[in-house]
């Protein structure tokens, strides 16, 4: 794909040596309260587990890995899942930021580009996404993107070491 660019950003897909910032973000990301909430947890933390994760991303066009256009730093990750709907086109979009570079709206001026994508060369009829309600940033980040709430549920999203659901 192409590489989209922002004002301040280069989203771009993923290439197998991003597995080093990936990595640092994710071990980050656990030290986290919130990364209990995200479906995705427990995320692997061992190195090698994270370089596959990388080869997987940079082996589509799902997951985009976002960095700072001055430096080329990697900051985090962007993704558009298509979703299985008869009839719509639709995609659930996913982002985890680097805790370091949190709170200066890189995570907003990524998705905004990601829903350009997603609405333009992607054809979007619809996107969705979901998390949970005491996930304050994320649920800020997402009334900025113009997001409107279609409901709220009582689910675990993952699991705890006792095999309790965590609820948002
Ligand atoms: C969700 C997440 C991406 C939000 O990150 P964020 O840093 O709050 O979002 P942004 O990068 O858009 O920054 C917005 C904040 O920066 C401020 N900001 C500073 N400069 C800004 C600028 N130039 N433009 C826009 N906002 C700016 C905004 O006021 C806002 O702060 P506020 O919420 O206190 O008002 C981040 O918390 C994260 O990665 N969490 C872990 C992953 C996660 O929970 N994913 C969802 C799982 S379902």
Not at 33 to 46: G, L, M, R
Not at 121 to 125: F, V, W, Y
């Given at each position: 794909m192409t590489p989209m660019e922002t004002e301040r950003l280069i989203i771009r897909q993923f290439a197998e040596g991003d597995w080093p910032g990936l990595h640092e973000m994710i071990v980050r990301y656990h030290e986290f309260?919130?990364?209990?909430?995200?479906?995705?947890?427990?995320?692997?933390?061992?190195p090698e587990e994270i370089r596959k994760i990388a080869a997987w991303f940079a082996s589509g066009e799902s997951y985009l890995a976002v960095c700072l256009k001055?430096?080329?730093r990697f900051i985090g990750f962007v993704c558009l899942n298509p979703l299985e709907k008869e009839g719509s086109r639709e995609y659930n979009l996913g982002y985890i930021f680097d805790s370091n570079y949190r709170g200066q709206g890189y995570a907003t001026e990524a998705c905004r580009a990601m829903l350009g994508r997603a609405f333009g060369?992607?054809?979007?009829?619809q996107v969705v996404t979901g998390t949970a309600t005491s996930n304050v940033p994320s649920v800020r980040l997402l009334h900025r993107l113009g997001f409107r709430s279609t409901g709220e549920g009582r689910f675990a999203l993952s699991r705890d070491e006792w095999e309790r659901g965590i609820h948002g």
């Open positions: 309260e919130n990364a209990a909430y995200d479906p995705t947890h427990p995320w692997p933390t061992a001055d430096t080329g060369e992607l054809q979007a009829d």
